[in-house]
């Protein structure tokens, strides 16, 4: 697809990803309609420079209503429903499961009725499971998921199965982006965890040595406005950085750029009193590569590690 202008539909624009993608859109020339499950955001969403529509994912006929009438160019799938803190129990995965399961389905049904050609969907490197040392690419099979995570994980598979299936059935130009852990302004985990490091209340379980592959939150943005427009039909792009941290490096190096305390350390079964999510998060190795998205999509992330993104954040809460 050729970098030209375009009319870009976002659904979720007010998300971690929607927000700083709509910005972007909008600074790359092109025309963009932010959607909401809230009239209250239709402000926000106007001084991003976007067009706002209301609808609720999972009300089809809404959604198709609203797509519809937009007549985009492309649409990217950015639906989440995650709360502000980020999963802290399995239930909290529960909406966003609904979301990425039904809401696929209708945001697809929606793109190809109002004849939009490209859907690019926002999906997550968490579904390669626990890599070990190994570093995870797009041709990596996907890790059997610890219960726990297995209802979210299913309902992520069935967000790129939908998306993929759509594309080889010609039905549009399906592309997925599995992005590593976002961090960076405006994102509601990243905020919450800087208000625990500032009252060293927040625990590095068995001495964070959990591994993780992250991305700040506008390379993504850049990575799927690179996607819209060079990304080729029916492929998976990872979206990370290009240094997988583990988790004592990247809290220690956050504390130190906000100038708070050390994070403390603490035994890994306490996070297992936590319930199986955060046992389960606690001591999982994401080592995932980005290069292909890097060959493939022309795109280099402005923060390659951690450690140059976090200035960013400078001054939160």
């Not at 945001?107 to 190994?134: K, P």
């Not at 990575?223 to 979206?239: D, F, H, K, S, W």
Request: glycine share 10%.
């Amino acid at each position: 697809m050729l970098a030209v202008a375009m009319r870009v539909f976002v659904a979720g624009a007010t998300g971690a990803l929607g927000a700083p993608l709509v910005r972007t859109l909008v600074a790359a020339g092109h025309e963009v309609v932010g959607l909401t499950r809230s009239a209250a955001k239709t402000d926000f969403l106007r001084a991003l420079g976007a067009r706002a529509a209301v609808a609720d994912a999972l009300d089809a006929a809404a959604l198709r209503a609203a797509v519809v009438e937009t007549k985009p160019q492309a649409v990217v799938h950015a639906l989440t429903a995650l709360p502000p803190r980020g999963p802290l129990r399995v239930s909290d995965l529960e909406p966003t499961n609904r979301v990425r399961i039904q809401g696929t389905a209708n945001l697809i049904a929606a793109t190809v009725e109002a004849g939009a050609r490209r859907l690019v969907a926002e999906s997550v490197a968490l579904v390669y499971g626990d890599t070990g040392e190994a570093t995870a690419t797009e041709a990596s099979a996907i890790g059997a998921p610890h219960r726990a995570l297995k209802a979210g994980i299913d309902a992520i598979r069935s967000l790129e199965d939908q998306v993929l299936a759509a594309s080889r059935a010609g039905r549009l130009e399906g592309i997925v982006l599995r992005f590593g852990l976002f961090y960076g302004p405006g994102v509601a985990s990243t905020e919450f965890m800087i208000r625990l490091l500032r009252r060293r209340m927040f625990p590095l379980f068995g001495g964070g040595r959990a591994v993780a592959s992250w991305i700040h939150v506008a390379d993504a943005a850049t990575a799927t406005l690179a996607a819209l427009e060079r990304g080729r039909p029916g492929e998976i792009y990872n979206v990370v950085d290009d240094e997988p941290t583990t988790l004592r490096d990247y809290a220690t190096d956050l504390a130190r750029v906000l100038g708070a305390p050390r994070p403390l350390s603490v035994p890994a079964w306490v996070a297992r009193l936590l319930g199986p999510l955060g046992g389960t998060l606690a001591t999982a190795r994401l080592r995932v590569s980005n290069e292909k998205a890097k060959r493939d999509l022309g795109w280099t992330p402005a923060y390659p590690t951690h450690r140059d993104g976090l200035p960013t954040l400078v001054g939160r809460s």
